[in-house]
């Protein structure tokens, strides 16, 4: 990822005054994507809300398997940015490093459990056919009972997948201390 975005960042005090106009955490304000995205105050806090209404509150996706999705989302979209902000946030929320790393190949990883696994295969699918295949959505629908769930999944994949396509396309730079594809470095490869 180029060192140079393609929109300016606004200054970080910039950004905090904006995000504070708009109820966004003075964290989120901060940080590289929004900067950017609060050039267009009345788009970041929408997809700010979004945000908000997968991560907290009464929500019917498990931290863990939010996290799942986002890091096999990020790893196909090819998005270090997404990747690198999430690697942080999924150890927060119990993830430990080697079942991260073995999301980049979860198909021979033994660290999932069938539920898991059968989120893995529905975000690739839907990354990849634009749908899912009947058999993914019917197990899909014996773990997500609901179709409160369902939606949410749905949701978390193409929210998540939305990010990654803002933050490659505007080329945001990752945030200062951040570390390009942790833990070791290794991107996933282009086709």
């Known amino acids: 990822m180029t060192s140079t975005a393609r929109i300016s960042l606004l200054s970080k005090e910039e950004a905090l005054q904006r995000g504070r106009e708009l109820g966004i955490s003075d964290y989120i304000a901060q940080m590289n994507i929004f900067r950017m ?3 267009h105050p009345k ?3 929408e997809l700010n809300s979004t945000i908000i209404s997968l991560v907290s509150g009464d929500k019917a996706v498990s931290d863990r398997c939010r996290e799942i999705i986002i890091m096999r989302v990020s790893w196909k979209a090819y998005c270090d940015y997404e990747w690198s902000q999430h690697w942080l946030a999924s150890l927060f929320f119990g993830l430990t490093e080697q079942e991260l790393v073995s ?6 990883a033994e660290c999932f459990n069938a539920d898991e696994k059968t989120l893995l295969a529905a975000t690739d699918e839907l990354l990849d056919n634009g749908k ?3 058999s993914v ?7 997500f009972i ?18 990654a396509l803002i933050l490659n396309a505007l080329e945001v730079p990752l945030d200062e201390g951040m570390s390009s594809w942790a833990p070791d470095g290794v991107a996933p490869e282009k086709k």
């Open 37 to 39: 995205l609060l050039n």
């Open 43 to 45: 788009l970041a806090g």
């Open 103 to 108: 999301i980049r190949h979860w198909q021979q």
């Open 132 to 134: 899912i295949s009947e």
């Open 137 to 143: 959505w019917q197990q899909l629908k014996a773990i």
């Open 146 to 163: 609901t179709d409160q769930a369902l939606i949410e999944v749905i949701t978390c994949i193409g929210n998540w997948h939305m990010f």
